[in-house]
């Protein structure tokens, strides 16, 4: 399996932006302790989040396929397949349960560190019911698809408040790493 190490040098090659950097370490970070708590395969978990936009400056019209078609001349086809699937409009069917999280904390992720953006005290203070109330106000990071966050919590099978407060306390357990 890919080292994460080797996952790193791989990110680097593609992307410079450090918002996007920073948006794929909050998903690694998040995908491993999803991992953690359901008994999942960690370094695999974390992977997937951490290379599931690696090709999206690079590349963006070819988005995701550059990234799939590398990881799987790797032999990394769990990996690969999840990250085909981290759209729901891409028509990649769901298999496995990595596929299933990945969708789900993506888009929900980045939504909860732009949340955290807009605080004085970043995510220190932020609570799930602020998260809910900021995903109602369409006119709020306007460019998160909404239906992708409902839809990844739906196909993960988790309440969404308690998707938010999972998030939330491995995004506030990094804050310092993160700069949120």
Known sequence: MISRNEARTLLASMTQSASLMRHMRTVELVMEAYAEKLGEEKEAWAVAG??????????????PQVIVDKLRGMGEELIAHAISAHYTHWGVPYETTLDKALLACDELTGFIVACAQVRPEGIATLEPKSVIKKLKDKGFAAK????????????????LQDHITFILEVLKKNKGELGI
């Open 144 to 159: 998160v698809d909404r239906n992708e966050v409902y839809k990844g919590a739906e196909l993960f099978g988790v309440v």
């Open 50 to 63: 951490l290379l599931h936009d690696a090709d999206y400056e690079p590349f963006p019209d070819k988005h």
